[in-house]
């Protein structure tokens, strides 16, 4: 990444992860743990876990970003960081897409951040060429769905046993959205 990328729009604003956000970072992530536990993918028994320093993590996701893998942003509310937004496993060449990723912290969720915060985040992605957008989600996840219903991603089925999370594989709906398809409602507009 050869400048930062920052999206605004009113009190929101997404950019990337910088090593100056440490402690702010791992306060809000400590703060938020049982809250995050039930929807976040992590590493089955048996297999490496992969744990960094904090700089090495900020290193790995600007390389992501350079390789033009995965587009990693934190969201920030009125200047505090409050949650997370990403397009990850970017797919060039015939494919070009990704999935999206997010997480809010507990004291911020229900305030339409994530909606806002998922269609800046599309926007730009489709921006920088990609064509089809998807969200993962399990099916109990009802803030998720109506994340989804809201931005207008259709549904397109359910990957079965898809992700490790909170202890064992869990199903996952899958939604899309394609950048030719109509993005309507308040979160796509820019004056929201």
Not at 43 to 72: C, D, I, L, N
Not at 73 to 80: L, R, T, Y
Not at 142 to 164: D, I, N, T
Request: hydrophobic share 40%; glycine share 8%.
């Amino acid at each position: 990444m050869s400048r930062e990328v920052v999206l605004r729009r009113g009190s929101l604003t997404l950019r990337p992860l910088r090593r100056s956000d440490e402690a702010e970072w791992m306060a809000v992530r400590s703060k938020n743990y049982a809250w995050l536990r039930p929807w976040e993918a992590n590493m089955p028994p048996g297999r490496p876990q992969v744990s960094a320093s904090f700089p090495a993590y900020v290193r790995r996701e600007r390389g992501r970003w350079k390789a033009r893998t995965a587009f990693s942003m934190v969201i920030e509310w009125e200047g505090a960081l409050v949650g997370r937004v990403s397009v990850h496993a970017i797919e060039w060449g015939a494919q070009c897409g990704g999935s999206i990723g997010y997480w809010i912290a507990e004291d911020h969720a229900g305030r339409g951040i994530v909606p806002r915060s998922v269609a800046m985040m599309s926007e730009y992605a489709f921006g920088e060429g990609l064509h089809r957008l998807e969200i993962a989600l399990r099916p109990d996840n009802s803030a998720s769905h109506r994340v989804v219903q809201k931005l207008g991603f259709r549904a397109e089925g359910l990957r079965a046993k898809y992700l490790y999370i909170d202890g064992a594989w869990r199903d996952h709906a899958v939604f899309a959205l394609t950048a030719e398809e109509p993005r309507e409602g308040p979160f796509w507009d820019p004056s929201f």
